[in-house]
């Protein structure tokens, strides 16, 4: 008989006495399932957040700031932005004007309903052009800010987490109120977020730079031209970027924060599942001696029954896998939560019911090796004394 034919014969006899041994099956059985859980609905977190974070993202935007600067730190200044106007490659608007977004990012204060927990987010002063360069901005209430005044307009989150954000109310920005004139949908963005007329929070600010500059391009095609344009003026001491790399490089510390606690989180769940199928594996293995004394007297190796036992240590976590997994994607999908203040919906994608299948195996391989390696080497003549 070859060695696969005694592993699948073995596993065959293993598999067929599990409904003898209903209590180590379930004790490997909820381990695993609460442990994969807990690992997916955790990762749901930064898949959800990523999802958030890159869902406006488009290819033919792209985001301008002083070489060597991050984006949003930078001081562009008035004459730089006349002559940004004129570069080739952007796309222009219904009335024949430049989609560029001149913005200059101030903080403000919030109050988180319920709690009354004081949270900063930015005010971003834009030009009237951002309607155009986000077309997914879609106004529930109110009305668009007008340019030169102190009105602002928040995300529908904003009115949701916080105090003081309803049509009408006002704001205190560096000792000005400023009135709340509209509130808008975002595309799937959860965040709060605030928009006021860039000139006016920076003449409130006394401020003559702006802090970054958001251009739309004809199309994705135009941006190496683009880029080299703005490279090869001597009027411009700027570097073009990507939107999907200013967003990225923004919630990288977001998104390691958040990876390192599911995993962090999912390895301990998973060390105490590893080690409760270690002892009901090893407490299987015990109730088989006899059964074993007699395939190893009858000539099956000790090859077959570690791969038997491996297989089968396998196929008990599967099932604990995809029912983690399933109830991850039950109980957290969709869900909203806030860690670190930011807003986000948690999703629990086939990707990340992927990783918890593939950390099941990996639980269910680790707790069935020790398990069995001692069944292979308990002496045949041991194991037939204790039939």
């Not at 070859?2 to 381990?31: D, E, K, M, Y």
């Not at 935007?61 to 060597?68: A, C, M, P």
């Not at 879609?138 to 030169?148: I, K, L, Q």
């Not at 560096?174 to 709340?180: D, K, L, M, S, Y």
């Amino acid at each position: 008989m070859n060695f696969v034919r005694q592993s699948l014969a073995l596993l065959h006899v293993g598999l067929s006495g599990v409904a003898a041994r209903p209590s180590s099956a379930l004790t490997i059985l909820i381990g695993v399932t609460c442990a994969v859980g807990a690992l997916v609905s955790m990762l749901a977190m930064g898949a959800g957040a990523r999802r958030q974070e890159m869902g406006a993202v488009r290819a033919d935007h792209v985001i301008l700031g002083k070489t060597g600067e991050r984006p949003g730190q930078s001081d562009i200044s008035k004459d730089e932005s006349a002559v940004i106007l004129g570069l080739p490659g952007i796309r222009r608007g219904d009335a024949g004007e430049p989609i560029v977004v001149f913005e200059s990012m101030t903080f403000i204060e919030g109050r988180k309903r319920g709690t009354g927990t004081r949270i900063y987010f930015p005010v971003v002063g834009v030009t009237s052009t951002v309607t155009q360069y986000l077309p997914e901005l879609r106004f529930t209430a109110g009305r668009m800010f007008h340019p030169g005044l102190h009105e602002l307009i928040v995300s529908n989150p904003c009115a949701h987490q916080f105090t003081g954000f309803e049509l009408g109310d006002t704001r205190l920005i560096h000792g000005v109120a400023w009135t709340i004139e509209g509130r808008f949908d975002q595309g799937q963005a959860q965040e709060c977020v605030v928009y006021g007329d860039v000139d006016s929070i920076m003449s409130a600010f006394k401020r003559n730079t702006y802090t970054s500059v958001a251009v739309m391009l004809q199309s994705a095609a135009d941006f190496d031209a683009f880029r080299d344009a703005v490279s090869s003026n001597p009027a411009l001491h700027l570097e073009a970027m990507h939107e999907s790399a200013v967003v990225e490089d923004e919630f990288k510390q977001l998104n390691a924060i958040l990876f390192f606690v599911a995993y962090f989180v999912g390895s301990i769940m998973a060390l105490g599942a590893t080690l409760g199928a270690v002892n009901s594996l090893y407490a299987i293995v015990d109730s088989r001696r006899g059964e074993l004394a007699t395939v190893r007297a009858i000539g099956f190796g000790p090859g077959p029954i570690v791969v038997s036992v491996m297989v089968e240590s396998l196929l008990l976590a599967l099932p604990g896998a995809l029912l983690g997994s399933g109830l991850a994607w039950i109980l957290f999908n969709g869900l909203a939560a806030s860690p670190l203040g930011y807003s986000i919906q948690l999703a629990v994608t086939p990707s990340l019911a992927a990783i918890g299948v593939a950390w099941a195996l990996g639980m269910g391989m680790l707790g069935g090796l020790l398990p069995a390696l001692r069944a292979a080497r308990v002496p045949v003549t041991m194991a037939l004394r204790a039939r």
